[in-house]
């Protein structure tokens, strides 16, 4: 089975900075476009960035450019979400997708469990 796994959510003081790593075990990590995305109770889900294969092209919501960054590193099958001067409103659990509708078509999808942020004071 596909299975992402997100780590290195914590607690950070406004300003500060946080790496989320995401590992997906179970196929080849190349087959797959990751995002991120993030989730505050009583909002939707909302992408926050998004890798191609190989790396090649990245995105991001308004709401994050210039302060986050996305990178990802196919030979320990990883994809990291570097989150620096984080605001109060960054607050969410993220949670990790990997993509692979492109290639194998409809339910080549894989949701991790996701990592809680918490910034405050």
């Known amino acids: 089975q596909v299975q992402p796994v997100e780590s290195g959510g914590g607690l950070v003081q406004p300003g500060g900075s946080l790496r989320l790593s995401c590992t997906v075990s179970g196929f080849t990590f190349s087959s797959f476009v990751m995002k991120w995305y993030r989730q505050t109770p009583g909002k939707e889900r909302e992408l926050v960035a998004r890798i191609t294969r190989f790396g090649a092209r990245s995105n991001y919501a308004d709401f994050v450019k210039g302060r986050f960054t996305i990178s990802r590193d196919n030979s320990k099958n990883t994809v990291y979400l570097q989150m620096n001067s984080l605001k109060l409103e960054d607050t969410a659990v993220y949670y990790c997708?990997?993509?692979?509708?492109?290639?194998?078509?409809?339910?080549?999808?894989?949701w991790g469990r996701g990592t809680q942020v918490t910034v405050l004071l």
């Open positions: 997708n990997a993509d692979a509708e492109d290639l194998y078509g409809p339910g080549s999808n894989y």
